[in-house]
């Protein structure tokens, strides 16, 4: 196993559905991050940018959109996904 391939992956990994962010009104994440990591793209989507990311739990605590941002373990074996309660 490559194990140095995973090395971010080893992780939380962080997830965007650009998909749900084209509906959000308030793009919250993108001025929540502390490390910039949301922007907003012309199509109304997000760019993601996960490489960045030190797992603050800012932007998932900011989304108001149910689906939008998933955290994943994989070190955990089968990961974990959190959803709004
Ligand atoms: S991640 Fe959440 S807050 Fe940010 S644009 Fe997408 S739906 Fe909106
Ligand atoms: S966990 Fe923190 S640093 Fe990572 S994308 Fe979310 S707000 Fe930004």
Do not use: K
Request: aromatic share 10%; proline share 4%; charged share 15%.
């Amino acid at each position: 196993m490559a194990t140095v391939d995973f090395r971010v992956g080893a992780r939380a990994h962080i997830t965007v559905d650009s998909e749900v962010c084209r509906s959000c009104t308030t793009s919250a994440c993108v001025t929540a991050c502390p490390a910039n990591l949301f922007a907003p793209t012309s199509d109304g989507g997000i760019l993601f940018n996960y490489e960045e990311c030190f797992e603050c739990g800012t932007c998932y605590m900011v989304c108001n959109s149910e689906g939008a941002i998933t955290w994943t373990y994989p070190d955990g074996g089968q990961g974990v996904v959190f959803h709004h309660g």
